[in-house]
């Protein structure tokens, strides 16, 4: 690919922390972790950051720290990765899928949300997407009126605010992933934050099996450890907390790089017919993770054939979770999810992007459109 849809950002810098926590004596969960759970708490100004290896596995904490289990719902967006959903049923729960606002704001619409909610709803989860703000104050509103939780999927989001508060900590429980392709990464990786102490606590057992002492404990002198629920294997490790605690120390620049690039392409796209890129009511500081259009006349596909051509890869975020084979039963028609996912594509966005790279993917899709619609 001329273009690729991402590539990490890691520097010698990146390799070197790596290299200084295997040359340490410790890898698995220990000082390192601790610190990165610091740092990035302090970033986002919230009380509790726990590290664990995946934000699949910190979605699935959120639901069993707020006690969801089989015969309670959860109210998802079903344009997000499978892993919001899969989460709840993880926990024992159904999904229920909520629809989008719509083609301008692809996040989930409270008004829809608010329909969804009955007797057995223990919860909605908010996924910012591609790291815009969801409209959480109608959201917060309706959690409020209806006592249930409020939980983030910020997996988009780190980098973004809203009204002043970084994305993730807004509802309960919010949660991040490091994977490769996201703001910053640790290979595989996620974080739960929250600002409630005992969920916080509840939170550091679950993650190592449900042990009131961990390995670490015990080289600090801690003498044996008690289990008092089950928990899982969803520890982070020092080797990727370094890598964690150098990409989140660079994390400013690069997202000023998104930033910029964002800026550039906006420019460029508004030149091109046919193609929407969504505003999300604007609301707030968006963290700029992903480059989304809506294919508005035309083949998506074909122009995703074209791109390919020319060397610019793109993909689809996503396709609608409720239309997978194990939601069938449990989904609904939501029609604003539908369209979006039939028409959408994601362009190449990544920080160390440079400038003629957004605009040979913009030529290219200016190209692309023109030989689809004489085709």
Excluded at 84 to 91: D, H, I, L, P
Excluded at 136 to 159: F, K, N, P, Q, V
Excluded at 215 to 235: F, L, M, Q, T, V
């Amino acid at each position: 690919m001329r273009v690729p849809l991402f590539t990490p950002d890691l520097t010698d810098g990146d390799v070197a922390a790596v290299a200084t926590a295997m040359q340490s004596g410790w890898i698995t969960a220990g000082p390192r972790v601790a610190a990165f759970e610091q740092a990035f708490a302090e970033r986002l100004g919230v009380r509790h950051a726990v590290a664990v290896n995946s934000c699949t596995a910190a979605l699935h904490l959120a639901n069993v720290l707020l006690d969801i289990g089989p015969g309670d719902e959860v109210v998802v967006p079903s344009l997000t990765f499978v892993a919001t959903a899969n989460a709840v049923r993880f926990a024992g729960a159904v999904p229920v899928f909520a629809d989008i606002a719509g083609p301008d704001d692809w996040c989930l619409d409270p008004g829809h949300v608010e329909t969804l909610i009955t007797a057995r709803t223990k919860a909605v989860v908010a996924m910012h997407y591609a790291g815009h703000p969801c409209d959480m104050a109608g959201l917060r509103a309706l959690c409020t009126r209806h006592d249930i939780a409020l939980c983030e999927d910020a997996a988009h989001g780190l980098g973004g605010s809203l009204d002043g508060r970084a994305l993730g900590t807004i509802g309960r429980i919010g949660c991040f992933s490091f994977f490769s392709n996201k703001g910053m990464t640790t290979a595989e990786g996620g974080m739960l934050v929250t600002d409630d102490d005992d969920v916080a606590a509840r939170a550091r057992r679950l993650r190592s099996h449900g042990q009131t002492a961990t390995a670490i404990d015990r080289e600090k002198g801690a003498r044996g450890y008690d289990i008092p629920e089950i928990g899982y294997n969803y520890r982070m490790d020092d080797l990727r907390a370094a890598l964690g605690l150098s990409q989140l120390a660079r994390f400013d620049s690069m997202q000023a790089n998104r930033r910029r690039l964002m800026q550039r392409y906006e420019a460029r796209l508004a030149r091109i017919p046919h193609i929407r890129v969504p505003h999300f009511g604007r609301r707030g500081v968006a963290a700029d993770y992903l480059l989304p259009i809506l294919v508005e006349r035309g083949d998506r596909d074909a122009v995703r054939e074209r791109l390919a051509a020319a060397g610019v890869q793109t993909t689809v975020h996503y396709p609608p979770v409720h239309l997978f084979a194990p939601y069938r039963r449990v989904g609904r028609s939501l029609p604003h999810t539908e369209r979006i996912a039939a028409g959408s594509l994601s362009l190449p966005l990544f920080p160390s992007m440079r400038d003629e790279q957004v605009d040979y993917v913009c030529d290219a899709l200016e190209r692309a459109f023109a030989e689809v619609q004489a085709a």
